[in-house]
Every structure is written in structure tokens, then in C-alpha cells.
């Protein structure tokens, strides 16, 4: 079995990620590589790497020392976060994955993912069933950063034959971890304070519908897409991917079906604004069309399973 690591292996994203890989190839070829000096207690059952993503001498003695074959690049500074501290999201998030690329293209690395976001798309993009192929001006520095390494991806791909697979992810909702610091988190949080019988005071307005996921279909999509056949891959910029589409209103509107008195109210902040420039509902027709995605998990469905498994004591 080819050695996998996954870079940013402690985020939300990277912790079942590596734990689902792990069941599939055996937890003795998936490496789990983060920041963290420590290995995180969850992801114990394999082998932990503390990395620095931008510490190129590390990372390339490393994967070719390791005969590292496969790379799932996670490693970045999410969008509400990334606004905060714009020079250092541009150079986490574009100098890593340049490293990656050049390594795939000297032959050290075969497969690439690396995640884009819908935050690629910006105010003047259509915002309903927002199409695969269509206007990208995003407003944002990780937009701005996903879209550049879009077309990075695609340019090693033509030129180099890398082959770098990649997810264009809505939000995602997980209850195994906590959120990073995007604009979607409300929607992670607002079940903690449901559960801890908190009101819930949204910085997003009541209507503001957003593409979501929830984490178990995430993880599902990038491990097909990765499993693909090459050939069956004819988008090498990112996928459109979509689960489903709510507003903080009808998302709480479904908590109260298991949670009558939990109460929210709206207080929208800096995040709105990037709020209103993603689409409201995405056309991944190209997904289910090249590589046969499907989505497991409805609004009502994602609801049930989060009320049933988020543990407050995460907050800790």
C-alpha cells in the first residue's frame, strides 16, 4: 500500500478525513501531519507528524524520504480568519500548495488533492444554482487564494501531468470537531448552544442561504474523487459540490423540532458581507456527471444527526 499523508491533519476537515483513510488503507500508511507538537488523542492510532507547511526544506525531506505517494493538502487559514490577517493567509495558503505541485511534477508525489471553496466566487457570480463554469471575482483573501490556486492546479496539470484533484467545498457541518474560523460556522455552533439550552445570537442574517454538508458526505466526495479513475477527472481547477442549501432561520426552525425552546436571534457582523457574495445553491451536474456524486444527507437529515452526536463538552 503507497504511503498518504494528510497536511492539517488536526482541522476539521483532516481529522476524520484521516480517520476514514486510515479504515480504508490501514492506519500504518496514513500519516496525520499538523502544527500541533503533539498528536492529538483521536488520531493516536497511526503516525503523526508536527509540520509546518511552510517550511519547504522539512516538508520535501520528509514525503521523499517517506516515499510519499499521495498528499491531501488541507493545511490553510479559513475565510472570516484570513480577513483578519490577509499577508499571512496569502503566503500559508499559496506557498504550500507550491510546494506540492513542484513535488508532484518531479515525480516524487502521484496524486494531489487539495480543497478549493465556494468562497472563489464573489457579488458578481450567479448566485442561484451557481453554475461550474461562470463569473469568479471573489471579495475575500481566501477567495482570492482559492481561486489563484485553481488555475495553479490546472496549469501543472496541463504542463507537468500532475495529477491534482480538487472540491469546490459549501460549508461543512461536523460534530467530531470544531470549526476553524469560516463564515459558515454558524450553522457547526448554533448546535452547541442549542444542546448547552443557550439562546443563539447569529452574525449572519435570518435569510441568508448558503450551500452546506454535512462533514460524513464531505469526506465521502473527496475520497471518490480521489478514487477515480484519472481519466474520468476532466476538471482539474475544482468540482462544484453541493449537499444542501438553508437559512440560519430554517436551520434553527429544524432544531426546534427536537429543541422547542431554544431561541435565536440575529446580530450580523463583518462576516455577512462575505456571506452575500457565495452563491445561494450550487450546480454540481459535473460532479455526479464525471465521477458519480451523490449526496447522502438532506437539511432535516443532518439535523437529526447533529442534535443526536454533538457532545458540548468539545467546548472545554
Given at each position: 500500500?503507497?504511503?498518504?499523508?494528510?497536511?492539517?491533519?488536526?482541522?476539521?476537515?483532516?481529522?476524520?478525513?484521516?480517520?476514514?483513510?486510515?479504515?480504508?488503507?490501514?492506519?500504518?500508511?496514513v500519516?496525520?501531519?499538523?502544527?500541533?507538537?503533539?498528536?492529538?488523542?483521536?488520531l493516536?492510532?497511526?503516525?503523526?507528524?508536527?509540520?509546518?507547511?511552510l517550511?519547504?526544506?522539512?516538508?520535501?525531506?520528509?514525503?521523499?524520504?517517506?516515499?510519499?505517494?499521495?498528499?491531501y493538502?488541507?493545511?490553510?487559514?479559513?475565510?472570516a480568519?484570513?480577513?483578519?490577517?490577509?499577508d499571512f493567509?496569502?503566503?500559508?495558503?499559496?506557498?504550500?500548495?507550491?510546494?506540492?505541485?513542484n513535488?508532484?511534477?518531479?515525480?516524487?508525489?502521484?496524486?494531489?488533492?487539495?480543497?478549493?471553496?465556494?468562497?472563489?466566487?464573489?457579488?458578481?457570480t450567479?448566485?442561484?444554482?451557481?453554475?461550474?463554469?461562470?463569473v469568479?471575482?471573489?471579495?475575500?483573501?481566501?477567495?482570492?487564494?482559492?481561486?489563484?490556486?485553481e488555475?495553479?492546479?490546472?496549469?501543472?496539470?496541463?504542463?507537468?501531468?500532475?495529477?491534482?484533484?480538487?472540491?469546490r467545498y459549501?460549508?461543512l457541518?461536523?460534530?467530531?470537531?470544531?470549526?476553524?474560523?469560516?463564515?459558515?460556522?454558524?450553522?457547526v455552533?448554533?448546535?452547541?448552544?442549542?444542546?448547552?439550552?443557550?439562546?443563539?445570537?447569529?452574525?449572519?442574517?435570518?435569510?441568508?442561504?448558503?450551500?452546506?454538508?454535512?462533514?460524513?458526505?464531505?469526506?465521502?466526495?473527496?475520497?471518490?474523487?480521489?478514487?477515480?479513475?484519472?481519466?474520468?477527472?476532466?476538471?482539474?481547477?475544482?468540482?462544484?459540490?453541493?449537499?444542501?442549501?438553508?437559512?440560519?432561520?430554517?436551520?434553527?426552525?429544524?432544531?426546534?423540532?427536537?429543541?422547542?425552546?431554544?431561541?435565536?436571534?440575529?446580530?450580523?457582523?463583518?462576516?455577512?458581507?462575505?456571506?452575500?457574495?457565495?452563491?445561494?445553491?450550487?450546480?454540481?451536474?459535473?460532479?455526479?456527471?464525471?465521477?458519480?456524486?451523490?449526496?447522502?444527507?438532506?437539511?432535516?437529515?443532518?439535523?437529526?444527526?447533529?442534535?443526536?452526536?454533538?457532545?458540548?463538552?468539545?467546548?472545554k
Amino acid at each position: 500500500m503507497l504511503k498518504t499523508i494528510v497536511i492539517g491533519a488536526c482541522g476539521q476537515i483532516g481529522t476524520e478525513l484521516v480517520l476514514k483513510l486510515r479504515e480504508i488503507k490501514g492506519a500504518e500508511n496514513v500519516i496525520a501531519a499538523d502544527l500541533k507538537v503533539d498528536c492529538p488523542e483521536v488520531l493516536k492510532g497511526g503516525p503523526y507528524c508536527k509540520m509546518d507547511i511552510l517550511d519547504e526544506t522539512l516538508v520535501r525531506e520528509y514525503i521523499i524520504e517517506n516515499e510519499i505517494k499521495e498528499v491531501y493538502l488541507l493545511a490553510a487559514l479559513l475565510s472570516a480568519t484570513a480577513e483578519k490577517n490577509p499577508d499571512f493567509a496569502w503566503k500559508l495558503n499559496m506557498e504550500g500548495l507550491f510546494t506540492i505541485l513542484n513535488l508532484a511534477k518531479e515525480k516524487h508525489i502521484d496524486k494531489i488533492f487539495w480543497p478549493s471553496s465556494i468562497a472563489v466566487f464573489g457579488p458578481t457570480t450567479p448566485r442561484d444554482n451557481t453554475p461550474q463554469y461562470t463569473v469568479m471575482e471573489p471579495s475575500t483573501v481566501y477567495g482570492i487564494s482559492k481561486l489563484a490556486g485553481e488555475r495553479w492546479c490546472e496549469y501543472y496539470h496541463a504542463k507537468f501531468d500532475v495529477d491534482v484533484r480538487s472540491i469546490r467545498y459549501p460549508g461543512l457541518i461536523s460534530y467530531t470537531s470544531l470549526p476553524g474560523g469560516g463564515t459558515t460556522d454558524y450553522a457547526v455552533d448554533i448546535f452547541y448552544q442549542a444542546k448547552l439550552n443557550v439562546p443563539y445570537v447569529c452574525y449572519l442574517k435570518e435569510d441568508t442561504s448558503l450551500p452546506m454538508m454535512f462533514m460524513e458526505d464531505a469526506i465521502r466526495a473527496t475520497i471518490e474523487l480521489m478514487d477515480a479513475p484519472k481519466a474520468a477527472v476532466k476538471i482539474r481547477s475544482a468540482y462544484n459540490l453541493s449537499g444542501c442549501s438553508f437559512t440560519p432561520k430554517e436551520l434553527a426552525s429544524e432544531i426546534n423540532n427536537y429543541i422547542p425552546d431554544f431561541k435565536i436571534s440575529y446580530a450580523p457582523d463583518f462576516r455577512q458581507a462575505i456571506a452575500d457574495s457565495w452563491p445561494k445553491s450550487i450546480d454540481d451536474s459535473a460532479a455526479r456527471k464525471d465521477w458519480g456524486w451523490k449526496e447522502n444527507y438532506s437539511t432535516s437529515e443532518l439535523v437529526k444527526v447533529m442534535i443526536e452526536n454533538v457532545n458540548t463538552d468539545l467546548l472545554k
